[in-house]
């Protein structure tokens, strides 16, 4: 167990629609990082947040938003959702804001759009 | 943006046998780390290899670096089925986005 919790595990929606994903950091982790793994794309860095502040911006889509409170918890808004959209979603965190450091992964949400 | 890339894409041992794996990436590290992923689930980070380090070991693992010629390698040794999992390298310097490779997908059968 990473300490790291997302949720949900599971969620299935239609085409259009918008979902949003949760994610806790381990405790006195700082920094929140998301990902998305599908079978075509591997695993992608989406997007950052230190404390609060976006950090780092990777290949996150304009319907695609994030962000983090200030008891740190972290939201991944997904919206006008198509089926290519279909993927795990991870969240990570760590303890500082540099990318250089350790990452701990969280079990991930399997979003699936139909 | 920094990418690793694993080498080889799959390998397939018996239980019992050492398992290697390397990686290379293109310009200069802050330090590098390596993690694995069972199935379906999170990353688990295994190591960090800092770029000043030459080799490292954690349990059965041991990992190399070799800043001249850009790559490191994972050498696990006396492989269980539980190591069967894929395993991603990834470079770091500071300020690069986080690019994970495709990974090597080891399969060890008993």
């Known amino acids: 167990d990473s300490g790291v919790t997302q949720t949900p595990k599971h969620l299935i929606t239609a085409t259009g629609q918008r979902v949003t994903l949760r994610c806790s950091p381990r405790s006195g982790d700082l920094s929140v990082y998301w990902y998305q793994q599908s079978l075509d794309q591997g695993l992608q860095f989406l997007i950052q947040y230190y404390n609060g502040e976006e950090r780092a911006k990777g290949n996150i889509l304009e319907r695609f938003s994030a962000q983090q409170f200030p008891d740190l918890h972290s939201e991944l808004n997904l919206s006008s959702l198509e089926l290519g959209d279909s993927a795990l979603y991870f969240c990570a965190s760590s303890v500082q804001g540099q990318g250089y450091n350790e990452q701990f992964f969280g079990p991930g949400t399997r979003l699936t759009v139909l | 943006s920094q990418q690793g890339e694993e080498d080889p894409q799959a390998l397939s041992i018996q239980e019992g046998e050492n398992a290697t794996m390397n990686c290379s990436y293109k310009t200069s590290i802050n330090n590098l780390q390596w993690y694995r992923q069972n199935s379906g689930r999170g990353l688990v980070h295994l190591i960090l290899i800092r770029s000043n380090e030459r080799e490292k070991h954690s349990g059965r693992l041991r990992v190399t670096l070799d800043t001249s010629k850009k790559s490191s390698s994972l050498l696990i040794t006396a492989s269980r089925a539980a190591d069967t999992a894929s395993y991603f390298c990834?470079?770091?310097?500071?300020?690069?986005?986080?690019?994970f490779g495709a990974g090597t997908i080891l399969r060890v059968k008993s």
């Open positions: 990834l470079p770091m310097e500071y300020g690069n986005k986080l690019v």
